[in-house]
């Protein structure tokens, strides 16, 4: 059975912090994608990744940065939390960029 | 970017009714797949259709695609409080980008 973990459900962090979001899938899969999802705006794309060390910049970079250096475990990096980055973070994965995508549950952060 | 635009934002039903909902696309695609999502949680893929394809079913669901208008749309039949979620649609083309969804409520 296909599985997407993220390493917190809900996390609290004060303003200027660096936060890793950590995400996990066991299905092999190529691509994986971070996106944030805020009332009346959907989900917006953070990041992407289609190999082991490679990544694009999605639609809101801006404030994040990524790391892949294995096929199973995408991270996002806040390198100094604001509080605009209160957000639910969602991370996916496929193996096929046009194909169905795999979510996590999420995580709700919460910046002080 | 290839974003899908779900209508309605919002649709409140009686349980047993059907629901409609809408989403528009702008450029050509390879496939459109729709989503749920309940509250605080992850996304579910519900269903993908490709460009050659006009309509799909699965369980309860059905989606039609009509690639002259950019236009899908997913009906959901006898719906049922659990149906209770958001729904999303996207569509390919190097990444997947999704609208902001329609929220459906199904009354008891």
């Known amino acids: 059975d296909v599985k997407v973990t993220q390493s917190s459900r809900y996390l609290v962090k004060r303003t200027g912090e660096k936060v890793f979001l950590e995400c996990v899938q066991d299905?092999?899969?190529?691509?994986m994608f971070w996106y944030r999802q805020d009332p009346g705006l959907g989900l917006r794309l953070i990041y992407f990744?289609?190999?082991?060390?490679?990544?694009e910049k999605g639609d809101i970079p801006e404030g994040y940065s990524v790391s892949r250096e294995k096929k199973e475990r995408f991270s996002l990096i806040l390198e100094s939390a604001s509080t605009n980055q209160t957000s639910m973070y969602l991370c996916?994965?496929?193996?096929?960029?046009?194909?169905?995508?795999?979510f996590g549950p999420g995580t709700r952060l919460l910046v002080l | 970017s290839q974003q899908g635009e779900e209508d309605p934002q919002a649709l409140s039903i009686q349980e047993g009714e059907n629901a409609t909902m809408n989403c528009s696309y702008k450029?050509?695609?390879?496939?459109l797949q729709w989503y749920r999502q309940n509250s605080g949680r992850g996304l579910v893929h519900l269903i993908l259709?490709?460009?050659?394809?006009r309509e799909k079913h699965s369980g309860r669901l059905r989606v039609t695609l009509d690639t002259s208008k950019k236009r899908s749309s997913l009906f959901i039949t006898a719906s049922r409080a659990a149906d209770t979620a958001s729904y999303f649609c996207?569509?390919?083309?190097?990444?997947?980008?999704f609208g902001a969804g329609t929220r459906l409520t199904v009354k008891p």
């Open positions: 990744s289609y190999d082991v060390k490679m990544k």
């Open positions: 450029t050509s695609i390879n496939n």
């Open positions: 299905m092999d899969h190529e691509n």
């Open positions: 259709i490709r460009s050659n394809e």
């Open positions: 996207a569509t390919d083309r190097n990444d997947m980008r």
């Open positions: 996916a994965s496929t193996w096929d960029i046009q194909e169905t995508q795999y």
